[in-house]
């Protein structure tokens, strides 16, 4: 897209690249891309100051499919590239977009460093709970018992949360969306936009090929209202068609239980109220899942901190000031050194 | 059997004996010093203008169990009078801290070659431990070797007593005791030691500093006046006769800092650099991580993968993306920098050699990744291959590396070695403007741009980074359409493509020097051709040989991927060819490979550079069969 519009004109279409997009049909990225690239157009931002960069899988090739700067590199690694790109240049627009094979099989040990050091990106996992672009087999988000061609059988290996994974890690921002739910997605895009540091956002995405339905008991629209719960800072943390069910410490075993306001004795004082920088609470929600609990999707975490870029470039600048560069000639010529006269 | 070397005349006046060349060892427990003993000699012989060659030598274990032969760490430099390009075969003086120092070394000091005992150290125990039946300094075990044998840790407390050090800080002292008394034997200015302690603890500890001082002065006055029945020898080793200019002293991994910093100003870019802890390559992040006034950016990355990741994203966001190791760490790196060379983008990875394979011998030197550096990577990828053969040429080959990698957008491999990066020898500083620009011009909007642009002579793709209006591109592993750089599985395009890459890379040979020959001359019986850091060892016995008449040349190649396009036809002048190798022949894999000559090696896989003698005496074989 060689066209310069000024960005304020720019309406989501401009952010998409002229690539046709190579998705299976009704798959859940069509949903996700189309989210993001609204978000561009919502926030104005200028293409080329965005970089996509992403690794290997069905949800990698999504660089490709944004008119901005985009590097499909390899599997797993999108975060240590991210960073070395977001180091080099601090005012990159960097967002990491990752399957759940890439950021927490592969990639696991990327995404851990990502995250505790607070890179200035947003990581964007899409969460399918299966592996697709190698036909099927099961990924380490997988729900036990989970039938593929690797485990004919039913896997046997607990899955990994990945919200709790990303707030083990130190996260200072961590979300969840749905990638069908256009009202919320953007809005939680714009959050970890705004946010400053690595931004961890998990997207529920369903791979209509291998893993059909996956999320629908409780990302359907007739499931959503009892099976979801929306988090926002300072609201009580309700749910339910009629808004009456929420969610109430149990201070006995420090777990978190769901109730129904005007059962068993139940207030409104009751209900918690979402605090999204207090970690303890944000572990305890994003552990919630369905069906014991409804699923928590919101801004769970939010606590910025000085960001790793913004640290590196501290640190350069404090070099700068307390030992000004010479030219290399006397670079090379600091410290010892003897002079052998002619003759 | 303590000699006495040094002839005091009737008038009390000190008789120094000249000599052209001396080799010494210092030998002692891990935690004894050794290392920083033998820098701080270097410094003083660098300072008093000798040239110079210094080997390091130490255990992978940081504090072994003391008094074991497995613990002890070592430094040998070598210093004269004239030019020298080796530390040296064998030490004319050991300087012995235990038992167990003397154990692992005495084999390699000739017979009637000088050994300096710390007695205090030859208790039973460490006698034992150290694997010697009795005692050696009474058993006959040193008969053929002129011995000092002094009580240096009493010395050293008697030193520093007063001085508010503890004991075991006191104990301490005694590499700075023994340094002392070989600066008097050797006539070494002790000051640049004197003014380094004060340096490291004279704020900090200034009770520690003045303890050292007061160690390093005592072995001085020890040797002065000569406390031994039998004196001390005393030698002076006259100024080498070097080219004139500013000198300092070198090693390799200062050579390659200093020379990456260098390539990216000339480029016009920053240095960014990613690396992963690992012996022997950790000390250019070090160095690096002290450099960052020199538009260096550091990043100690979580391991090699996100080295040369974190590096590779540098690269595409404008910077000169650089990440270090050694083989194993390299290994790990391998699919990253298939990226970079499949993404068309400049990556330099510096590769010190170690012992392998997997851990092997990560403190010893070998030169065991060449087959790794040319052909170790998955489908049609190769790479420039750059490697160095001394200290001060680091700087010249990382400059060298850093602008193939940018004109011709691509990874470039430089091996150095253990031995590279760890060795010192004095450096004539080079004029930073003398070294020509290679100023990269990224792409600017224009008329049908795309990112996989070619340069017609190079080769190279058009580099546009992110945040240039206009030039919003996507780039990645997948193979990309020559005509379009986009997505591509098309069979014929796919072909093109790789022929295209190896076509750039290939092409790099008409943008390297011709290969010369070192040394001899340029047809004859025998050809030896090294590569790395043998250049020394090498370079000088085929000199010696020269000397002594026989028919032979040095041939050193810098270059080893693509290779001088002369290099097959120089070969062919020669009868016999001779590789020297610290492997077990990699380089003479690939020269006959490519020019189909009957190369022999010389393969030495001990952990050790090549000894000059050895080398004479195979050159010697080859040319008596």
Redesign the interface.
């Known amino acids: 897209m060689n066209v310069q519009t000024p960005v304020e004109q720019l309406k989501p279409a401009d952010y998409a690249s002229d690539q046709e997009v190579r998705w299976c049909p009704g798959c859940g990225d069509y949903a996700i891309v189309k989210s993001v690239q609204r978000t561009m157009a919502d926030l104005k931002l200028a293409p080329e100051n965005v970089v996509f960069i992403s690794g290997i899988g069905c949800a990698a090739r999504f660089p490709y499919y944004m008119a901005t700067y985009g590097f499909h590199t390899i599997h797993g690694r999108a975060p240590a590239i991210a960073t070395g790109t977001k180091l080099a240049n601090p005012d990159l627009d960097i967002w990491v977009v990752m399957g759940d094979g890439d950021c927490l099989s592969i990639g696991g040990n990327h995404t851990l460093h990502a995250i505790r050091r607070n890179v200035d990106i947003q990581m964007l996992l899409f969460n399918n709970e299966i592996y697709g672009l190698t036909k099927g087999q099961y990924s380490p988000t997988s729900r036990l018992g989970t039938r593929s061609p690797s485990t004919p059988q039913g896997s046997i290996d607990a899955p990994v949360n990945a919200t709790v994974f990303a707030l083990g890690a130190g996260a200072r921002f961590v979300a969840r969306s749905v990638d069908t739910n256009q009202k919320h997605l953007p809005g939680i895009l714009k959050r970890a936009h705004a946010h400053r540091g690595a931004s961890f956002v998990e997207i529920i995405q369903n791979c209509i090929v291998y893993n059909d339905g996956a999320f629908s008991g409780w990302t359907d629209k007739a499931a959503a209202a009892d099976s979801q719960i929306l988090v926002e800072h300072g609201q009580k943390l309700v749910f339910g068609k009629d808004g009456d069910r929420g969610l109430r410490l149990d201070r006995d075993s420090l777990s978190l239980e769901v109730v129904t306001v005007g059962e068993n004795g139940v207030t409104e004082d009751d209900i918690l109220v979402h605090d999204e920088t207090n970690r303890v609470l944000a572990n305890l929600l994003g552990a919630m899942e369905h069906p014991e609990f409804p699923v928590a999707i919101g801004v769970l975490y939010c606590n910025p901190a000085e960001t790793y870029d913004a640290a590196v470039h501290r640190q350069i600048a404090e070099t700068l000031e307390k030992t000004p560069p010479t030219d290399l000639n006397a670079m090379l010529r600091s410290g010892r050194t003897w002079t052998v006269a002619p003759g | 059997m303590a000699t006495k070397l040094a002839e005091s005349r009737p008038d009390g006046e000190l008789q120094r004996k000249s000599v052209d060349a001396v080799v010494i060892r210092f030998a002692g427990d891990s935690g004894d010093g050794m290392q920083l003993t033998g820098t701080q000699f270097t410094?003083s012989t660098?300072?008093m203008?000798n040239d110079l060659a210094t080997f390091p030598d130490f255990p992978a274990e940081i504090r072994a169990p003391v008094g074991t032969t497995y613990g002890v760490s070592a430094f040998q430099i070598n210093f004269a009078s004239y030019d020298i390009m080796t530390p040296g075969d064998a030490p004319d003086v050991l300087v012995a801290m235990n038992p167990a120092a003397l154990k692992v070394h005495l084999r390699d000091v000739p017979k009637g070659g000088t050994i300096v005992l710390n007695t205090d150290a030859f208790t039973d125990r460490n006698i034992a431990k150290a694997g010697f039946g009795a005692n050696p300094l009474e058993d006959g075990t040193l008969d053929n070797y002129v011995t000092i044998e002094i009580d240096i840790q009493k010395m050293t407390l008697a030193a520093v007593a007063g001085l508010g050090v503890t004991n075991k800080e006191a104990l301490r002292c005694k590499n700075m005791w023994a340094l002392g008394l070989m600066c008097w034997m050797y006539d070494r200015d002790r000051q640049?030691t004197v003014d380094w302690i004060e340096q490291r603890f004279g704020k900090r500890a200034p009770e520690i500093a003045k303890a050292n001082i007061a160690a390093l002065n005592a072995g001085h006055a020890y040797g002065e006046t000569a406390e031994l029945p039998s004196g001390i020898p005393a030698y002076i080793v006259p100024k080498a006769d070097?080219?004139?200019?500013?000198?300092?002293?070198v090693t390799g991994t200062e050579a390659v800092a200093?020379g990456l910093?260098?390539g990216a100003?000339k480029a016009g870019l920053?240095l960014?650099f990613?690396s992963y802890p690992i012996t022997p390559a950790s000390s250019l992040l070090h160095t690096l991580s002290n450099?960052?006034?020199?538009?260096v950016?550091t990043?100690q990355?979580?391991?090699e993968?996100?080295a040369v990741?974190?590096?590779?994203?540098?690269?595409?966001?404008?910077?000169i993306?650089v990440t270090s190791s050694s083989g194993p760490g390299v290994a790990l790196k391998t699919?990253?920098i298939t990226?970079a060379f499949a993404?068309e983008l400049p990556l330099v990875i510096v590769n010190s050699q170690r012992g392998g394979p997997s851990t092997g011998l990560p403190t010893k030197t070998e030169q065991s990744d060449l087959y790794q550096a040319v052909y170790g990577r998955n489908a049609d990828s190769p790479l420039p291959v750059i490697a160095s053969c001394t200290a001060g040429d680091c700087f010249f080959a990382a400059i060298e590396a850093v602008r193939i990698a940018v004109t011709y957008m691509t990874p470039v491999i430089l091996l150095t070695d253990g031995y590279l990066a760890n060795a010192a020898e004095p450096w004539e500083?080079?004029?930073?403007?003398e070294v020509p620009d290679f100023k990269v011009d990224f792409a600017t909007?224009g008329e049908g741009?795309h990112p996989f642009l070619r340069d017609g002579k190079t080769l190279a793709r058009n580099w546009a980074?992110?945040?240039?209006?206009?030039?919003?591109?996507?780039?990645?592993?997948?193979e990309k359409s020559y005509d379009t750089g986009?997505?591509s599985y098309d069979p014929d395009n796919h072909h093109r493509m790789t022929k295209v890459r190896a076509a750039k890379v290939d092409g790099i040979a008409d943008d390297i020097p011709l290969q010369e020959v070192a040394s001899g001359p340029k047809s004859g019986r025998l050809a030896v051709v090294g590569w790395g850091s043998t250049f020394g060892a090498i370079n000088q016995a085929v000199e010696r040989s020269l000397a002594a008449g026989l028919d032979v040349a040095h041939i050193h190649i810098r270059h080893v991927w693509p290779l001088p396009r002369n290099l097959g036809e120089l070969l062919a002048g020669y009868e016999k060819i001779l590789v020297p190798e610290m492997n077990n022949g990699q380089l003479i894999t690939v020269l006959r490979d490519r020019f189909l000559v009957p190369a022999e090696g010389l393969n030495q896989i001990s952990g050790l550079p090549f000894k000059v003698s050895d080398l004479e005496a195979a050159i010697r074989e080859r040319l008596e069969s």
């Open positions: 410094q660098a300072l203008g640049p070097v080219q004139p200019g500013v000198y300092r002293a200093w910093v260098t100003r920053k960014f990613g450099l960052k006034q020199y538009g950016t990043f990355a979580e391991d993968i996100a990741c974190s590096a590779i994203g540098a690269s595409f966001a404008g910077s993306g699919e990253g990226l993404a500083i080079p004029d930073i403007d909007a741009f980074v992110p945040g240039t209006p206009g030039l919003m591109h996507r780039i990645g592993g997948i986009h997505i």
